[in-house]
């Protein structure tokens, strides 16, 4: 398995400009996570999808991100307008996983997308 | 929110020397899992673990989840084992996964 694919890998921009994020999770893996790492803030979580379905969002920063899972084997985080606050590493990751549940599978995370907004 | 403390911060080891990483939690989980950051950055998971123990050749985890920790154990470590240790507790019905601080490990020749 080739595992969490995501691109682009580095990703720099000016501020103002949409950004575009892509993840394609594990195959056979129904639930796909979006995390950001930065040095101030450590791994956040910003939002899960359960079968496609966004089930928690609440750690989107502000109404200028928003994602999307249209099938099985694809996701986006979109930034729009991006702001030099934004740079960061961005993270996708995925498992095979219930919801609601109390038991869960390993977390596997693709090799991340370093973003710069200047 | 859970909150998660990792012990210690930084770590400086001689290759071959044994360490313990610790992490302690502040509510009931359901999961939990180790994670490697090695210094290209990748994310790497060694261990699910939301009780008892583990062992994975040099490495071991154990969990005790009525006490609210689990601990992380690396033998005869090596300089491929430099990086950054994460535990992820999980809580919910979602099980989300909320990173500590990590402990940022150096073996050094």
């Known amino acids: 398995d080739a595992g969490v694919i995501q691109s682009p890998r580095h990703e720099v921009t000016e501020m103002g400009q949409e950004v575009t994020l892509r993840c394609k999770p594990i195959s056979g893996h129904n639930s796909l996570f979006w995390y950001r790492q930065t040095m101030m803030r450590g791994l956040e979580l910003l939002i899960y999808?359960?079968?496609?379905?966004?089930?928690?969002d609440s750690g989107m920063p502000e109404d200028r991100f928003s994602a999307k899972m249209p099938n099985a084997s694809f996701s986006t985080l979109k930034i729009q307008p991006s702001e030099p606050r934004d740079s960061a590493v961005y993270f996708c990751?995925?498992?095979?996983?219930?919801?609601?549940?109390?038991?869960?599978?390993?977390?596997?995370f693709g090799s991340g997308t370093q973003l710069s907004v200047l | 929110g859970i909150q998660v403390e990792q012990s210690p911060p930084d770590l400086i080891l001689q290759e071959g020397a044994n360490s313990t990483l610790r992490c302690n939690f502040s509510d009931s989980v359901n999961n939990l899992q180790w994670f490697h950051q090695n210094p290209w950055g990748q994310l790497i998971n060694l261990f699910y673990i939301p009780s008892g123990t583990k062992q994975n050749g040099r490495l071991s985890a154990t969990t005790v989840a009525t006490e609210r920790y689990s601990l992380l154990y690396i033998s005869s470590s090596q300089t491929t084992d430099s990086g950054v240790y994460f535990c992820?507790?999980?809580?919910?019905?979602?099980?989300?996964?909320?990173f500590g601080t990590g402990t940022r490990l150096q073996v050094t020749l």
């Open positions: 990751a995925s498992r095979f996983g219930r919801y609601p549940t109390t038991t869960n599978e390993k977390l596997f």
């Open positions: 999808f359960n079968n496609n379905v966004p089930i928690d």
């Open positions: 992820a507790p999980g809580t919910g019905t979602a099980s989300k996964l909320t």
